[in-house]
């Protein structure tokens, strides 16, 4: 598929989403609402463990603002544009994955373009907000080069994000009910809210090497902090993403060998 028609057909998709998202005009604010609380308790919980101490893991609060914003841009961008390749198990165990497939697009680009989350848009939002109040309390400076290096590693953060989830759910292809497995594995984003030194180095390694959220956001914020000691492996962001992607974009397709309609589709 030619990238100027990709690119038209993405953005024709993406309004149509978020009409569809903006339809229940209640549904669409209360959601917002929910979201806000949600990130206000999390901000309050952190407020709440700094209160009883000075540093966290090396972290003071303002570098944890920052670590904590990191982490919200990647999970923003991510759910904003990508996040409907949770709609896979959906998909292959009802069977709507027949139309998909009969699609004149790539089925993983159709899956991924066939749902917006406006949800991801506050996420950013409030992301960007730790982020600015990280920077200003913590008088700490944010020069031109760490913006290029913030958005690049945020949307490399995105596609990690993307990458994990989408080798997850792959494995509906031979499995029945892969929710769950899925789920658990995306709640280890909640790990990297808060600074991974502070875990087991079993727990860091995990995070690190093998389902490696830390790339989403630890190591980005300890470029824009100048943490000599773990900033150098922020650089690999883009590489780590680049990697990711095409490993689960392979092992998709590997799963689609063992796909078997059952029936539903349309």
């Known amino acids: 598929m030619a990238v100027r028609k990709f690119f038209s057909l993405y953005g024709a998709m993406?309004?149509?989403?978020?009409?569809?998202?903006?339809?229940?005009?209640?549904?669409?604010?209360?959601?917002?609402?929910?979201?806000?609380?949600?990130?206000?308790?999390?901000?309050l919980l952190v407020m709440t463990v700094y209160t009883h101490?000075?540093?966290?893991?090396?972290?003071?609060f303002e570098q944890s603002l920052i670590l904590y914003g990191c982490s919200l841009l990647a999970t923003g961008i991510e759910e904003f544009f990508l996040h409907n390749v949770w709609s896979i198990?959906?998909?292959?165990?009802?069977?709507t994955l027949d139309s998909i497939l009969l699609r004149p697009?790539?089925?993983?680009?159709?899956?991924?373009?066939?749902?917006?989350?406006?949800h991801g848009f506050?996420?950013?939002?409030?992301?960007?907000?730790?982020?600015?109040?990280?920077?200003?309390?913590?008088?700490?400076?944010?020069?031109?080069?760490?913006?290029?290096?913030?958005?690049?590693c945020s949307v490399?953060?995105?596609?990690?994000?993307?990458?994990?989830?989408?080798?997850?759910?792959?494995?509906?292809?031979?499995?029945?009910?892969?929710?769950?497995?899925?789920?658990?594995?995306?709640?280890?984003?909640?790990?990297?809210r808060y600074p991974i030194t502070i875990y087991?180095?079993?727990?860091?390694?995990?995070?690190i090497f093998i389902i490696p959220y830390a790339?989403?956001?630890?190591?980005?914020?300890?470029?824009?902090?100048?943490?000599?000691?773990?900033s150098h492996y922020a650089y690999f962001t883009p590489l780590i993403a680049f990697g990711m992607v095409v490993i689960a974009s392979l092992f998709f397709q590997f799963g689609l060998k063992f796909y078997h309609s059952s029936g539903g589709g349309q």
């Open 156 to 192: 490399s953060g995105a596609f990690i994000i993307f990458s994990i989830t989408l080798i997850m759910e792959t494995l509906a292809f031979w499995f029945t009910d892969v929710v769950n497995a899925v789920v658990m594995v995306d709640n280890l984003r909640q790990f990297v």
């Open 53 to 60: 101490t000075d540093s966290m893991g090396g972290f003071t």
């Open 14 to 43: 993406l309004l149509k989403n978020l009409r569809e998202s903006t339809a229940y005009k209640f549904d669409f604010f209360l959601g917002i609402l929910a979201h806000l609380l949600i990130q206000a308790s999390s901000l």
């Open 215 to 230: 790339f989403t956001s630890f190591f980005p914020a300890a470029l824009m902090l100048d943490m000599e000691e773990y």
């Open 105 to 118: 697009v790539k089925p993983i680009l159709m899956l991924v373009m066939d749902g917006t989350s406006i």
């Open 122 to 152: 506050i996420l950013g939002i409030c992301g960007a907000v730790c982020l600015i109040a990280g920077f200003v309390q913590g008088g700490i400076s944010f020069g031109g080069w760490k913006c290029l290096w913030l958005i690049l």
């Open 200 to 207: 087991q180095p079993i727990i860091r390694n995990i995070l």
């Open 89 to 95: 198990s959906r998909h292959v165990n009802m069977g």
